[in-house]
């Protein structure tokens, strides 16, 4: 389904000290701004993670995982860190 795009407007965004200037696009019944990758990209706002200890995430989250069985949880970590390392492959 296509966007209903009235227009759009050029815009100095910042974060921080970071700064891009973008077009900024008026659309029509949108709930969730969008962000294209580029001003993502310039103001930090995506971080990368190579590597996650579970010692950590239970300490900082202890209820995340406490719905889930070892094994599925297990088997769901290993699945995401496969396709972490294809898309790694392909950057």
Do not use: W
């Amino acid at each position: 389904m296509p966007l209903d795009v009235s227009g759009f407007v050029r815009l100095q965004l910042r974060r921080g000290t970071k700064q891009t200037a973008e077009k900024v696009y008026v659309v029509k019944n949108l709930r969730t701004p969008l962000l294209r990758r580029p001003a993502i990209m310039a103001l930090g706002l995506l971080i990368r993670v190579d590597s996650i200890e579970m010692e950590n995430i239970k300490a900082c989250y202890p209820k995340l995982c406490s719905g889930l069985a070892p094994e599925h949880f297990q088997r769901m970590m290993a699945e995401k860190d496969g396709q972490h390392m294809r898309n790694r492959n392909l950057d």
